[in-house]
């Protein structure tokens, strides 16, 4: 099983970007899929959870700003970013608890994805 992120940039305060994260491999079902960022100096911190079921969750730094949704038929987690911050500016890992062939669960990990807010 593979996370595949992709969606990072540069953007000036204020904007939005869209952030992906696909799965791909023998997987059975994906449990919470999460994204996760770590500044330069910081500790990784969770973003945003969705469960299977939808229901979502969010770090009071981010709540009314970001929304995590999920496509449970592509296997792909998003988050849409808006109204960013130079705060923000961060690597994003996306995660995902994964039920592969197998029928075992484990963690996964993406690959880190950039993510700059500067004017």
């Known amino acids: 099983v593979q996370l595949q992120a992709s969606g990072g940039g540069l953007v000036q305060p204020g904007g939005s970007l869209r952030l992906s994260c696909a799965a791909s491999?023998?997987?059975?079902?994906?449990?919470?899929m999460d994204w996760y960022r770590q500044a330069p100096g910081k500790q990784r911190e969770l973003v945003a959870t969705i469960t299977l079921g939808g229901s979502t969750n969010y770090a009071d730094s981010v709540k009314g700003r970001f929304t995590i949704s999920r496509d449970n038929a592509k296997n792909t987690v998003y988050l849409q970013m808006n109204s960013l911050k130079p705060e923000d500016t961060a690597v994003y890992y996306c995660?995902?608890?994964?039920?592969?062939?197998?029928?075992?669960?484990?963690?996964?990990w993406g690959q880190g994805t950039q993510v700059t807010v500067s004017s």
């Open positions: 491999g023998s997987i059975v079902s994906i449990n919470a």
């Open positions: 995660h995902a608890d994964v039920r592969s062939s197998d029928y075992y669960l484990r963690s996964y």
